[in-house]
């Protein structure tokens, strides 16, 4: 998944009667603007992402960043990602990249994965998928909510993928459910309060992200918690996607031009509750 993207240079040619070309005039590409150091200021979060794999394109190096600020961090898939090697059938890919993903949270400090087991490539925005996430708020009461794109697109001309929107939508809406007693009253028989302590989400790879973090010190540890879905990898069969260092590299410089450091990740920050 991509998590900025580069500017376009736009290509006009003016024709002649007859059809010849006369000249050229060129749009000027545009400089991304600068990105705000996202806020720190937090001590808990919960991660939630549609796939394994998800967060170890960008997240992961600003999550071992904060990991090793001392915050505590958990994570929450909706699915096991079983549908996403062509060569491994779903019910032995499913564990296998659960192991990968549990194996690739330990590299950036996170020790808690839980998998809600909905089924990867057709998950569905409806009540079930906010009820479950609205539970797993509520037991992880976090402060920050870290999430991935839900929008449209990465930017022009690069679609998301369905899986991501369905999930990331129902993320946002499930943190007010979270803090509702009268929604999914049936969690308050299970055991799990209220929590309208989120202060906000975090999107990475959003086309709107206004926000960054520099993860100069702790970008070799996303390049690991990445290359841990070995399986993964090698099931994409090549391609720039399948190069951990390439990949990430280069959209991390790019981020952290905008920052003002070596490498960065952006966000789009999305604000619950009353400011402080």
Request: aromatic share 8%; charged share 20%.
């Amino acid at each position: 998944m991509v998590k900025d993207h580069a500017p376009t240079v736009g290509v006009a040619n003016r024709v002649r009667p007859g059809g010849s070309v006369t000249a050229m005039t060129t749009t000027p590409p545009t400089t991304p603007p600068p990105l705000e150091h996202i806020d720190e200021d937090w001590t808990t979060g919960l991660a939630v992402v549609a796939h394994p794999d998800d967060l170890e394109y960008g997240a992961a190096a600003a999550i071992a960043r904060w990991t090793g600020q001392g915050k505590h961090i958990t994570y929450c898939l909706a699915s096991s990602g079983e549908a996403g090697i062509d060569g491994i059938a779903p019910e032995e890919a499913g564990p296998l990249r659960e192991r990968e993903q549990r194996e690739a949270a330990a590299i950036v400090g996170v020790d808690s994965v839980e998998f809600l087991g909905h089924p990867d490539g057709v998950i569905e925005y409806g009540l079930p998928l906010r009820r479950d996430l609205a539970r797993a708020i509520r037991a992880a009461r976090p402060e920050i909510v870290i999430t991935s794109n839900y929008h449209e697109t990465f930017g022009p001309g690069l679609l998301n993928q369905a899986d991501h929107i369905a999930s990331g939508r129902a993320v946002i809406d499930a943190i007010r459910d979270a803090g509702n007693r009268w929604v999914f009253r049936e969690l308050l028989d299970e055991g799990f309060e209220p929590w309208g302590g989120v202060r906000a989400a975090f999107v990475n790879g959003s086309p709107d992200a206004g926000h960054g973090v520099d993860v100069t010190d702790t970008f070799e540890k996303g390049i690991a918690s990445l290359k841990a879905h070995a399986a993964y990898l090698a099931g994409l069969g090549g391609g720039i996607m399948s190069e951990p260092e390439e990949f990430l590299e280069s959209f991390a410089r790019m981020t952290g031009s905008r920052l003002g450091v070596t490498f960065g990740t952006s966000f789009e920050v999305v604000p619950f509750g009353m400011p402080t």
